[in-house]
């Protein structure tokens, strides 16, 4: 069997994918623009040729194994230091954490067992025998199952976490390594390092379902958030396949650095991170353009990645430095591409459509001096924005901020802030009303708000008929003169009336009279202030005979 080789070690070195790891990179996201290159804010010395790394769900935590002396170091990511340790078997390499992190599970390739530690007193619960030389190690989504991959048997143990035994044993590809799960449980994917292939394993019958060839030394695995994609690190190549999980084919193979041994996710699926045990380095790929957009320098000889479930950090094991590499992941600052429509009134209320990258957890939508929007709401890709109100008109910006950043200035973000204009529309509407004793005519204005904007205030009128009594039950009359007022504000699409009234005496002849009623002033300006008015002709014979038109 072929082994791993770890710089002045005899141990077999590599880079299993850690269940928790798996887990917390399991998460609903899309691609977006490419990620700003992590950046190396500490070192951490851990116990000698760290191999496996697991987060807790919170993140506070990280278990480091040690694949020569078993002492697992635990850090506190909140200070990037060592804050306990403890020693299981000969020697650990991969380390899941159940869902709940209550219980971990590591791998002894040495003494051919599992074992399960309770992390509240970082004591051992129970320890299983499994296969020869158990490697990578992968729990289920639920964590009712672990699947172990035993290098020396090239078979896979599945693990009843409940009853801490192993119900199945399943052949597998030559020396498998990394292991990974669907999110479903219903597919295992192995890492057959020396049969240069991945093994699709059927949980509900435990066999080989697909063989997908892939590059030399399969070693760590990484399903996408969606689980359509499984990224395959070529450990004896520079290379790193990415396999299409419904046809089971490579789809594309990405150029990085010698012998990367681990791949993982970004949270959001975005960005696959490769570490190149020979180079040095930890290269950042673009899942979308699969290219490489950096290449980071880290500790020596680096293995196992954990990101955190945020996307923020990462802990990545440097076997022969005896350390532990904490990555920062810079979020990326947003970028605003477009906005649809482009104008709106100063009274503030247009739903704006932003479009552009990275735009998702926004914090605030500003449009320039006017302030913040109140609400608003957005995707990777786009935000939804209410403008806010404004005393002046012109352009202003409209900027996303994120925790990665404001967007910067630009001539595509531009929306112009028009003077508030408002159309009131006025209809007049008469209704004879005949009596012995004399007639009337009665009256009815109905206002309607036309926009664009709502009216704040308005004015109408209307010259009354000479020498014929008028009154109103809501409008002011005087000296011949109808004066109604509207003081509160009147929507797009709302209506208001008025009302009142002419007299007509019954000995009072043939009568022609016309009343016109039209709005005299008001805010906002009127963009047609001429179509804002009204007319009705009446003629009477003695009171007893009305008409209107």
Partial sequence: MNTRRAARRPW?????????????????????AAAPAPVVTATVPVAPYPAGVALTPDGARAYVTSQSSGTVSVLDTAGSTVTGSFTDGTGSYAVALSPDGGRAYLTHHLDNTVSIVDTATNTVSATIP?????????????GSRAYVANAGANTVSVLDTAAKAVTATVPVGAEPHGVAVSRDGKKVYVAASSGQAVNVIDTASNTVSATVPVGHGAFGLALSPDGSRLWVANGDDKTVSVIDTTTNAVVSAVTVGANPYAVALSPDGATAYVSNYTDNTVSAVDTASRTVTATVPVGTAPYSLAVSADGRRGYLADFTANAVSVLNFPLPVPVVTGISPATGSQVGGTTVTITGTDLAGAKAVSFGAAGNASVFSCTKTSCTATAPATTATGPVDVQVTTPGGTSAAVAADRFTYAAASAHLGVALAATPVTGLAGGRVDYTITLTGQGPDPVTAATVGAALPPGLPATSSDCAVANGQLTCTLAAPLAKGATTTRHFSVGLGLFSGVQNFAVTASRTSGTPADPSPATARDTRSCTAVFALLITCS
């Fill in 12 to 32: 077999t070195a590599a880079a299993a994918i850690a269940a928790a790891t798996v887990a917390l990179l399991s998460q609903p996201g899309a691609a977006q």
């Fill in 130 to 142: 499994v296969g020869t030389q158990p490697w990578g190690l992968a729990l289920s989504a639920d």
